[in-house]
């Protein structure tokens, strides 16, 4: 599996899986690994059009779903409406901090070579990508996506 989950993780599932489309964006709670299968069973906080799960991890009707481990990303990097990334510079650096409520959770850092002329955007995308290959995402960029992302975007001098 990519990515370690374990019991009790809080995921968000970003691809369809068995011809069920309802469970993309969806977050929900790993109630169970099933290595056989090489998936998860994960009990979503809203109905997806799933099934109770197996008996040992029954959850309301609807709710659950078996996943891939592929198929998910830690929930508070896609869904958590207090998470932020912040993208600031200290010297020849630039720094990427994923912040959740008011706790950094993830840090990231890019280092400009004393060669190079610096630039705070490259510097940005070799932190976010380091961010997102450290979490085994995959970073997907489509037009909706890259405008609802510089809806609110900022740039502080």
Known sequence: ???????????????EHDSNSHIIGQVG????????????????????????????????????WSIPPEKLVPAYFSSCKDTKIIIYTKGNKTLAKVIVGKRTVETEC??????????????????????AYKNDAK????????????KNFEIIE
């Open 1 to 15: 599996m990519p990515k370690n989950y374990k019991v009790g993780d809080r995921v968000c599932c970003i691809e």
């Open 110 to 131: 890019a280092v400009c070579s004393h060669e190079d002329v610096f630039s705070i955007f490259t510097g940005a995308q070799i932190a976010l990508a380091r961010l």
């Open 139 to 150: 970073p997907v960029l489509s037009k909706a996506a890259l405008d609802k992302a510089l």
């Open 29 to 64: 709670t790993v109630r169970a690994l099933i290595p056989a299968f090489h998936e998860l069973a994960i009990e979503f906080d809203n109905d997806v059009h799933g099934h109770t799960l197996a008996p040992a991890y029954k959850c309301p009707q609807g709710r659950g």
